[in-house]
């Protein structure tokens, strides 16, 4: 005699959720240590998001091109997973400044912002 098992379906697999993107403006403690930068923000088409500050490789006269990460999404990852808290800004197109005071990264953190321009 054959038995069968019928397999149940239970719904949707769960997510990974650190690839889920985080809620503005907020800190998550990331896994790997390393400090990431996240902007929620539309720059408009053709435009990017540049990040300039004082820790880890940024600096203040130069920008580096963030990665647009898709739906209004921008990203930016230290690259050293020992570096200190560092304020920053962001800017586009690496010549319009964001509004108001520079953002402090938390080190080892996820730090997730809504620059206004």
């Known amino acids: 005699m054959i038995k069968t098992v019928a397999k149940s379906m239970t719904g949707p ?3 990974d959720d650190s690839k ?3 809620k503005p403006n907020s800190i ?3 896994k790997d240590n390393a400090t990431k930068i996240f902007a929620n923000i539309d720059v408009g088409w053709g435009n990017t998001l ?3 500050g004082e820790g880890d490789g940024l600096s203040w006269t130069k920008g580096i091109p ?3 990460n898709g739906n209004n999404i921008w990203t930016w990852v230290a690259s050293s997973k020992k570096c200190t808290n560092f304020q920053y800004k962001l800017l586009i197109n690496d ?3 964001c509004q108001g ?3 402090t990264a938390n080190a080892g953190e996820d730090n997730n912002i809504t620059p206004t321009f």
């Open 13 to 15: 697999k769960p997510t």
């Open 20 to 22: 889920a993107v985080k």
């Open 28 to 30: 998550v403690k990331t």
């Open 50 to 52: 540049y990040i300039r």
């Open 66 to 68: 963030m990665k647009n």
């Open 95 to 97: 010549s319009t400044w």
């Open 101 to 103: 005071e520079n953002f």
